[in-house]
């Protein structure tokens, strides 16, 4: 029997209704625990702004908040966006990390602001900052280089630090970009699905291997959620669609508790924008589950799966992802 790829989790560190970031960041820490006990590889989280809902804003603070309970996971963005920030500072930051919790640090890099024009001008984002991305990668692994290379400026404690860069994307663009620095590359599948064939392809046909990479190696954002029955996951699920709904009513909030019936909460068009941003989803039963991941792997061909569980009631989200490490085969620590 194959052995399955490995598997990871991408948390969106939800805010839910009723509660606030605090208890948010504290099931952060609490997930990583978990999750690295279950034998995931990663747990990642993502920067965002200006987002009421998510409290991963600040996201090497929060990874450090989350590394805490952990042993041996690695720990990473998903992505930082880096037109946002200045690469020395986000070499300081995640060298930082790679000196809290040494060999398990992943830099996953996007292109794409993580919010609205509004909020990129209080961030202080420079017009055209996107553009610099293939640049400020190679600064960034200039920061990241060994500390016997001359240079009177270093990142410490970035210089020589074990850090992985990864470049994220959900296009052609990023695909090329990775293949072309020799770099690992994810795909946002979980909420951008439509160029995930394409994209594979362009990253494993025209990847040049790179001192931290030899082969290309892809992981792919997949939406999971797993449940005894088929009518309890799919309830849960609707948590997820309320949330995407709220992209397309421009009110973007707190995480919803889930409902019975979907059809009476969005209108046919909300609906059919959704469906197609959540095509990427594996929704029901262990067995399920593992067929869809298996096709979903087998289909694109991808070294690992990332997953995003994103549901309201905290135990429930730990039963789901316990149940996918289950029926995926991995290894929980002894």
Known sequence: MQTPVPLSLLDLVRVREGAGPREA?????????????????????????????????????VLAHAGQHTQRIRIGSGGIMLPNHSPYIIAEQFGTLAALYPGRVDLGLGRAPGTDQATLRAIRTPQGAAERFPEDIAELQHWFAPDDQPGYIRAWPAAGAEVDLWVLGSSQYGAMLAAEYGLPYGFASHFAPDYLDEAMHLYRSRFKPSEQLAAPYAMVGVNVICAETEAEATRLFTTAQMSFTGIFRNARGLSQPPIDDIETYWTASEK????????????????????????????????ELIIVSDIFDAEARRRSLALTAGVWGLKPEA
């Open 25 to 61: 960041l504290a099931e952060a820490q609490s997930i990583a625990a978990h999750v690295d006990r279950l034998g995931f590889n990663r747990y990642w989280v993502a920067e965002h702004h200006n987002m009421q809902g998510i409290a991963s804003a600040a996201t090497s603070v």
């Open 272 to 303: 059919a924008q959704v469906s197609r941003m959540l095509g990427c989803a594996v929704i029901g039963t262990p067995e399920r589950v593992k067929a869809g991941l298996e096709a979903l792997q087998r289909r694109t061909g991808a070294d």
